[in-house]
């Protein structure tokens, strides 16, 4: 039972923020590198870094230069990073072949950095967006994105991560079913202890545009993605999927995108009590530089509270293109 909120004076509310040991004592959430995946994209060359112009401060890296950022991320106390291929027209296909290619670009940076930086987790994405010629997370045949030969491309692309050796594979594809199809092939091939971060409330968003451009697909994208990704509209619709993915096997999940979605990771978290995490996607970075950079808000106390919200919010941990950056203002005491 809530004690009756006495009236003021003898409540003073104020009394509790009045200093910076105080409000440290009451705050009622913490944030640290702890809780933070760093998204990272991977493209081909060596020594390079290139800037993606609609995600200031954010790269598409070569391999050796992202394995120099797991190993910058692991200084930090960042737990995990996550990879995403820039792949160049010749290995978009109709038949997505790439996706399970051994020596792909995702592959070799996993092997890369597992060799050089063993302690960091290594998230991958499955879907095959990276690898279609219609910049699709599955299959298209006659207009519709088909679903179950789309789970049989993802199966594939899910066991070649787990052969290069990925801690958590993280399917963000949103076909029917590709949670318990992995989880069974993994099983069956020995890979018993690879993770799956279920992109379980993945909604059809507009925050993904600046995402599209980093690793190649706008161009690519004919349509959208509403027949598969999530209507903006909807909540008992993600608790749904969320009991299915867990369900079918999936260790732990994730809500995208994360700001709007903010009643969505507090919903999944009190209903299924699973480790639970959400993705600040492209859009929602670019907005907070954007604005930043324009000098209409304070970036690093806007990027701080973002991520804070997330916690306050329920979530476990947050998938973000701050994540060095924030870790490094907390290296600082901020
Ligand atoms: C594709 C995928 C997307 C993102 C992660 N994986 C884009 C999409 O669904 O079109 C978006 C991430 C971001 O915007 O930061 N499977």
């Not at 899910?158 to 290069?164: P, Y």
Request: net charge negative; proline share 6%; charged share 25%.
């Amino acid at each position: 039972m809530k004690p009756t909120q006495a009236a003021f004076p003898a409540t003073r509310l104020r009394r509790t923020r009045s200093t910076p040991a105080i409000r440290a004592l009451v705050a009622e959430n913490t944030l640290t590198p702890a809780d933070l995946i760093w998204p990272v994209f991977v493209r081909d060359g060596e020594g390079v870094e290139e800037p993606v112009p609609s995600m200031p401060g954010v790269m598409r890296r070569s391999v050796d230069k992202v394995v120099e950022a797991a190993r910058e991320a692991h200084d930090l106390g960042i737990p995990a990073i996550c990879l995403f291929p820039y792949t160049g027209a010749a290995n978009r296909t109709a038949d997505c072949a790439e996706a399970w290619n051994p020596d792909n670009l995702s592959n070799r940076a996993t092997r890369a950095i597992k060799d050089a930086v063993p302690d960091i987790v290594v998230m991958t994405d499955v879907a095959l967006d990276p690898y279609s010629d219609t910049g699709h997370d599955g299959f298209v045949v006659d207009g519709e994105i088909v679903n179950d030969q789309t789970v049989e491309a993802l199966v594939r692309q899910a066991l070649s991560q787990a052969q290069a050796g990925v801690d958590i594979i993280g399917p963000s594809d949103m076909m029917d079913g590709r949670i318990g199809a992995i989880r069974t092939a993994l099983e069956a091939e020995g890979h018993q202890n690879v993770m799956l971060l279920s992109y379980a409330a993945k909604y059809a968003s507009a925050f993904y545009g600046p995402f599209r451009d980093a690793v190649g697909a706008s161009g690519a994208l004919k349509g959208d993605k509403k027949t598969y990704q999530m209507n903006p509209a909807n909540t008992d619709e993600a608790l749904r999927c969320v009991a299915r993915d867990l369900a079918e096997g999936a260790d732990m999940v994730m809500v995208k995108p994360g700001m709007p979605y903010l009643d969505i990771c507090r919903r999944v978290k009190d209903e299924f009590a699973a480790p639970t995490f959400a993705y600040q996607v492209s859009g929602e970075y670019a907005m907070i530089q954007a604005a930043a950079m324009q000098g209409w808000i304070d970036g690093e106390r806007a990027m701080m509270e973002s991520l804070m919200a997330f916690k306050r919010a329920g979530c476990d941990g947050v998938l973000s293109y701050f994540a060095p950056a924030a870790a490094r203002l907390m290296q600082n005491g901020r």
